[in-house]
């Protein structure tokens, strides 16, 4: 088992990709390669303890910046850390690509540039998982596709559950549709006709999950399009942060509530620890032929740490073959 | 100026009902027609001093529930409270219309049987204000109509920006239109085409906000389809309540921190208070022939007071006839 790193992902690369990097070698006991500009990986690699440590380095020529449109870097930097690391997964040098970089431009590359889709794909989704009292829910697409089918939204659930099956260890993944409620009238005409052919399926399907519910342990995989997913994940990061804000600014305001803080700053710390999306890992993209994961841009060690255990789980439980069957399943 | 509470909308109706209008009468002067069923008012009225309060009871037979179908209460109960307090709104004998009922059951009975539409509104939209740092940002459309056109959408902005104007005294709102980003490819063909469409309003539009910019003072109304809307309301809502119960599982979990908790606890209040809905008042409803505020059913009596003082802000504001006007308006 090995797993590619982009070395040039994160908004502060290379530091926290290499140091992420060496962290997953030393306390998982992963085999590394790190791909990117040689130099400065070396001029990283040089500042920790790596003797006995499986990290390799491959050259990469070029870097993805944040702000390098999707379609401009397909053949625009076709030797860029993205291209050749994905490209190392593609080779079977690899089992699976980790970056903390451009989502857009992997989820490009992936699809058109190196791994591509797995067979009868329609098209691959951004999950995003959201850890909560110690479960984990896939939210998926968040990003990837914004106008989309109800065949789309059928195999982002069916990619989603064979993802909680083989990464997550959940035997019989429930299946939910994001969803404005119950009542009579709520959802639009695709999440209606979606609904239809999820009853179709095979899948343990539990109906229509409101966004708190997505909290209350109704269904471990959650299906959206990719406009409403991304506003969803975007909404629960604005509220928790301005709520986060108001609670240190208030309690800064006074002395008192002041020394309150402190004494309660453990307890804050485990919330912040619970609903740190850094100790989950990252985003798994479903439907690519290999196993990609994209980390937030401001990842520190940890993150990448942490998502490199992600990948490894995710190639361990053969996600990609499990899909490749699972999509071309007769409908049951 | 009088003003219609429906006595029979909260969950807890018609206790906070009538103890709101109350409210209201004595702290805002106003003028209050209760409506509902009259002995359950009246045995609530005398719980109260309402001597020199200008108070009036309205008999209705009927009382809608939550639980009521929006299709079915407009023929299957035409002597609710709402449908007699939204005829004395369309009859002149009030100026507004405010209930913490039913909404869907609220917004059927204006549009199909009382009120009915503004003449060239296309679809009447629910709007949520979201009151941060004393600023007030009006959403809609957070759930009348799940599936949109973009003109629908170009009609939800004018209607938003005059109710901003109207009621809420800004002098040349800012409009945004909810999306997932300024990317490319970011948003939906209904996104892309609604943009169009604004830029040859005569609104002052200020092209797409995150929902992390809702509370970052870009925009003064923000604009999106009722189901992404809803969802992005349910999300902020969800990820709020699911954040402060996990502080206050914590704080609880040990002496220190217990201690911690009680010294900030004034300023968790204020923080509390800050984003309680219940001060703002409740959503107006745009597009019908009158002033409608709902409230959520959990109202309370500051909750029904300040939608009260809402509803009698649209009126004084001359809201219903900016929304005639501006609706008319050829295109700039």
Redesign the interface.
């Known amino acids: 088992m090995r797993i590619v790193v982009d070395a040039m992902g994160s908004d502060a690369c290379p530091a926290p990709d290499v140091a992420g990097a060496v962290l997953a070698a030393r306390e998982l006991g992963s085999a590394i390669l790190l791909v990117g500009d040689e130099k400065a990986i070396k001029a990283e690699l040089v500042k920790h303890h790596t003797v006995g440590l499986k990290i390799d380095v491959v050259h990469a020529a070029e870097t993805i910046a944040m702000t390098d ?3 401009a870097v397909i053949k625009g930097k076709p030797q860029s850390s993205m291209h050749v690391g994905m490209n190392l997964v593609k080779d079977g040098q690899a089992d699976g690509f980790i970056s903390a970089g451009n989502t ?1 431009a992997a989820l490009a590359i992936a699809m058109l540039a190196t791994l591509k889709r797995i067979p009868n794909v329609e098209r691959p989704a951004l999950s995003s998982i959201v850890r ?1 009292g110690g479960r984990s829910v896939i939210l998926l697409d968040v ?1 990837a596709n ?2 989309c089918k109800p065949e789309w939204l059928t195999q982002f659930a069916v990619m989603g559950s064979i993802y909680a099956r083989t990464a997550l260890g959940l035997a019989k993944p429930r299946i939910g549709l ?4 119950e ?7 695709l ?1 209606h006709k979606t609904a239809e052919l999820l009853q179709e399926t095979s899948l343990t399907f539990v109906g229509n999950i ?3 519910e ?2 209350e342990d109704h269904a471990d995989v959650i299906v959206s399009d ?3 997913g ?3 994940i ?11 804000n ?2 240190r600014r ?2 800064r ?2 002395p ?2 002041t ?10 710390n ?2 912040r620890k ?2 740190d999306p850094f100790e989950i890992g990252g985003a798994p993209l479903l439907g690519v032929n290999g196993v990609v994961i994209i980390g937030h841009g401001r990842s520190n060690d940890v993150a990448i740490k942490n998502c490199v255990r992600q990948a490894e789980k995710a190639a361990a439980g053969g996600l990609i073959d499990a899909i490749r069957e699972g999509i071309t399943q007769p409908k049951v």
């Open positions: 449109k999707p379609s857009g909560i990003g914004a106008d994001l969803s404005n409620g009542e009579e009238g709520k959802g639009t005409a999440i409101e966004p708190r997505i909290f990719g406009f409403v991304n506003i969803l975007k909404s629960l990061e604005g509220a928790t942060s301005l709520l986060l108001l609670i208030e309690i305001s006074g008192l509530s020394l309150g803080g402190l004494l309660a700053r453990p307890a804050f485990r919330v619970e609903i």
